[in-house]
């Protein structure tokens, strides 16, 4: 069974600094999301990694994939306030790529 | 212009209650999921739908019963509420079973007294 584990679970980060959230998954899977979660809002789908060494990057945010390790990483620039949020990975089992598998989140808080 | 809308967005009700929460996305997907998210924001995926046939039945209770009358719809039904069914439901949609993301409603807070 996939398994999909994050850490850490809670980042409290300064404005301007830099951070880095792991996400590592048990078994084979050729693809890897990310997703963000303001709180008590729907889950927004950020980033879609499909290949190994894949790397995808949005404003202050990049995501990578080594599928190898079975890990992906989201890093963040110079974090700001705004990106203050929850922040899931996901991954699907080979072959049944309906099946999204979560990982625990880890909450982002930005202070100033 | 909504893509993924789920309703209602809350719901308390008592233990024993049946009820029903809908779904509908207009983004012309093919395949519809239900996730339950947690008191402690794990997400689990309950059941998922590709053009009204049932292709994922996690192990949910058989209290849970979903129903898809077209690919658009995918509705929720929960016989005889539990205290540990309070929870966030999350309908979401993708275009494929494949690659594409999943693309999520605003979530249903049912809460069970």
């Known amino acids: 069974e996939l398994k999909v584990e994050q850490n850490p679970l809670f980042l409290s980060m300064q404005e301007g600094k830099n951070y880095t959230i792991y996400c590592n998954y048990s078994?084979?899977?050729?693809?890897l999301y990310w997703y963000r979660q303001d709180p008590g809002k729907s889950l927004e789908s950020l980033f879609v990694?499909?290949?190994?060494?894949a790397v995808k990057q949005e404003g202050r945010l990049m995501a990578s994939l080594d599928t190898k390790a079975r890990l992906s990483t989201l890093h963040i620039t110079a974090a700001v306030h705004d990106l203050s949020a929850t922040y899931f990975c996901?991954?699907?089992?080979?072959?049944?790529?309906?099946?999204?598998?979560f990982g625990t989140g880890t909450r982002l808080q930005v202070t100033l | 212009d909504t893509a993924v809308s789920q309703t209602p967005k809350y719901l308390v009700t008592q233990m024993g209650n049946d009820k029903s929460i809908k779904c509908e996305q207009n983004?012309?997907?093919?395949?519809m999921y239900w996730y339950k998210q947690d008191s402690k924001k794990f997400l689990k995926i309950m059941f998922s739908?590709?053009?009204?046939?049932?292709?994922i039945n996690e192990t949910v209770p058989n209290r849970f019963s979903p129903k898809s009358p077209d690919k658009a719809h995918l509705n929720l039904h929960i016989n005889s509420l539990e205290l540990g069914d309070s929870a966030v439901y999350f309908c979401?949609?993708?275009?494929?079973?494949?690659?594409?993301?999943?693309?999520f409603g605003n979530g249903t807070r049912l809460t069970v007294t």
């Open positions: 983004l012309g997907h093919d395949t």
């Open positions: 996901a991954a699907a089992n080979t072959g049944t790529a309906s099946k999204l598998t």
């Open positions: 979401a949609s993708s275009q494929n079973q494949l690659l594409a993301p999943l693309h």
């Open positions: 739908y590709n053009n009204k046939e049932l292709i």
């Open positions: 990694l499909l290949s190994n060494g």
């Open positions: 078994t084979t899977s050729d693809r």
